[in-house]
């Protein structure tokens, strides 16, 4: 029980430095611009070394989206996990994926306008969408306790992979619209674009339902 405590007190510590870095990082990136941030002052604006700051993030522009991004993944699984049992997988994905993907208040309008504007913030925040991967596999499987492993994951990489085409338009066509003035002016629905590309994966995650609830029913 006492290593159970200090294992969890542990991850705690480990992920509330990874939030303090991201926030850092957000910070700093807004003040000065991301171009003007090293990986130096990013570490001892939290009172870390530069090698604890590279066991969490591999860029500067890793630690900018984690800190817009908030642990979106995290909450996605929760989600999903979460939804009554009598709503059908699919359905209890693409609510979650939209709900997280869609709160108004992440990314701020100012983060959004640093993120559109710079190719290489953009690609780093494309790249996060593949961080649902396994919480979504675990999330599955808790859903479906039946399901073959391989199977809950190919599903939870299909949706990470659906997510990033949408990521992807999205911020591609809202950085056209960004205004001469430099404001964001978001293109299109997120929401509609995320529920757009999940469609597709709608039969093979109901068959998968279908699969392990057949015994049962039989």
């Keep these: 029980m006492v290593t159970t405590r200090r294992t ?48 969490y993030f591999s860029s500067r522009e890793q630690a900018i989206v984690a800190a817009i991004n908030s642990e979106r993944e995290a909450r996605v699984a929760a989600a999903v996990a979460d939804r009554p049992a009598d709503v059908g997988l699919a359905a209890a994905i693409i609510e979650a994926i939209v709900d997280q993907y869609t709160d108004p208040g992440v990314p701020s309008r100012e983060a959004l306008l640093m993120i559109t504007t710079r190719p290489a913030l953009r690609e780093a925040f494309f790249d996060t969408t593949s961080a649902i991967e396994h919480p979504l596999t675990d999330a599955i499987t808790r859903r479906l306790a039946d399901i073959d492993p391989h199977t809950a994951r190919v599903l939870a990489a299909s949706v990470a992979a659906a997510v990033r085409v949408a990521i992807e338009r999205w911020l591609h066509t809202t950085a056209a619209s960004v205004t001469a003035g430099g404001l964001v002016v978001p293109s299109g629905s997120l929401s509609d674009l995320l529920r757009t590309t999940l469609a597709p994966l709608t039969p093979a995650l109901d068959a998968a339902e279908q699969q392990v609830r057949r015994p049962a029913a039989s």
């Design 8 to 55: 969890g007190l542990r991850e705690q510590k480990k992920q509330a430095t990874r939030e303090a870095l991201g926030a850092a990082a957000l910070r700093l990136a807004l003040e000065r611009g991301p171009d003007n941030v090293r990986v130096d002052d990013i570490a001892e604006a939290v009172g870390v070394s530069v090698r604890t700051y590279n066991n």
